[in-house]
């Protein structure tokens, strides 16, 4: 009889432990448990990394999507500064890149066509006549299978078949997040196929470093280094150009306020077809990751975000097609320019631009690339 009631005593305990595995909250306020759900055959969850300074990064596998960032401010108070949902209910709702890995290929691709080897490769429309982001089955809306070595690592894997969204080759994709002691986030992606194909990956997360995304992100300071951006048509496709900074709204060549960058001249066109700022700035940083791509820093919180890749683009968006529909975590409507997102990433529509740098990858070839998202404190 001891036996037997130790035994139960034991079992009572470990299920009460699993149970508040899934109920307990997150530091950013996430419950696991609405996370869980079967979507496309798999189980989609949520995992939290953690570092010993108090930050926290919680991910779910559906998508590979940053679902909070936790980071102190210059009072030391724990702040999300991305853009998210409550529960995995909401991403599956509407389509949306809502901090998301993207992937095949990340941004438009003009008329969903491309040629390779000769072969005119047509793929699948989301964006009008346009791909963008991998099309309606890019991997924003898969499950990848997870696995957490430790506390400060997710590792996401995903296998893209042959055809899928009319890409060529089953591409194996690996996804690495680490949180670092200094309170860095660094993402590795790694990539093999078996064809010929094109592969151009970037994460799609919302900054707010203010954490309250009531606020917009109009008086962020922004410094991105690069002395070029790649301007769009009507139909916001790449044109091939590569156009100065200097002289135009796009200037964050020193830091200056997204609202200041705005009133420079707010009737320019390219200003106008994007409704503020959704363009590619051309990196000066060689791909070193020792060299600052961008620096963010919001005077509220003391928050600085310092951008680190190996990518030879930064996709700069204001967060202009948000209109409040969508209603993210705590209850807040996400309005008009309350996130930023800084996407290192190829150049848009390079599949179909041979002069840029290029997104091929062969059999036997790997792709890799890295960005690093640094956070740190301002007085």
């Keep these: 009889m001891k036996k037997t009631s130790l035994f139960i005593i034991l079992l009572s305990t470990f299920l009460g432990s699993c149970q508040d595995t899934d109920t307990q ?7 696991r448990k609405n996370f869980q759900q079967q979507v496309k055959g798999k189980q989609t969850d949520l ?19 940053i679902v909070s ?24 709702a509407k389509p ?17 066509k491309f040629v390779l080897d000769g072969d005119t490769i047509t793929l699948d429309r989301n964006n009008g006549e346009h791909t963008i982001h991998g099309g309606t089955e890019g991997w924003q809306n898969q499950v990848f299978d997870a696995e957490q070595p430790s506390d400060s ?42 064809k010929k194909t094109v592969i151009n990956m970037t994460n799609h997360s919302f900054f707010n470093l203010s954490g309250n995304p009531e606020k917009n992100i109009l008086d962020h300071t922004l410094l991105v280094h690069a002395d070029a951006y790649t301007p769009l048509n009507e139909q916001l496709i790449t044109t091939g150009k590569l156009e100065p900074l200097v002289g135009t709204p796009f200037d964050f060549t020193r830091p200056i306020s997204i609202k200041e960058a705005l ?37 509220t919180t003391g928050i600085s975000l310092y951008v680190y890749t190996t990518e030879p683009g930064l996709q700069v968006y204001t967060g ?28 848009p529509d390079t599949p179909n631009k041979p002069e840029w740098p290029t997104t091929i990858l062969d059999p036997g070839e790997q792709y890799t690339s890295t960005t690093i998202y640094q956070f740190g404190i301002q007085n």
């Design 47 to 65: 995992y939290a990394l953690k570092n010993a300074s108090g930050a926290e990064v919680c991910i779910t596998n559906y998508g590979g999507r």
């Design 153 to 194: 690592v997710l590792v996401l894997r995903y296998v893209s078949k042959d055809g899928e969204a009319g890409f060529p080759g089953q591409v194996q994709v690996k996804v690495t997040f680490s949180l670092s002691e200094e309170n860095a986030l660094k993402i590795d992606y790694f990539a093999e196929t078996d």
């Design 96 to 112: 949306s890149s809502f901090g998301a890995t993207v992937g095949r290929v990340a941004n438009r691709i003009a008329n969903g």
């Design 263 to 299: 009133m420079k001249d707010s009737s320019h066109a390219q200003v106008q077809l994007a409704q503020g700022f959704d363009h590619n700035y051309v990196l000066r940083t060689d791909g070193n990751l020792s060299h600052v791509a961008a620096e963010v820093y919001a005077p």
């Design 25 to 31: 909250k997150t530091i950013s306020g996430l419950e």
């Design 69 to 92: 960032l936790s980071v102190p401010d210059r009072e030391n108070q724990l702040q999300d500064v991305v853009l998210g949902f409550d529960n995995i209910d909401e991403y599956l």
């Design 320 to 347: 202009n097609m948000l209109d409040g529909s969508r209603i993210g975590k705590k209850g807040v409507a996400y309005n008009k320019q309350t996130g930023l997102c800084l996407e290192p990433q190829h150049y």
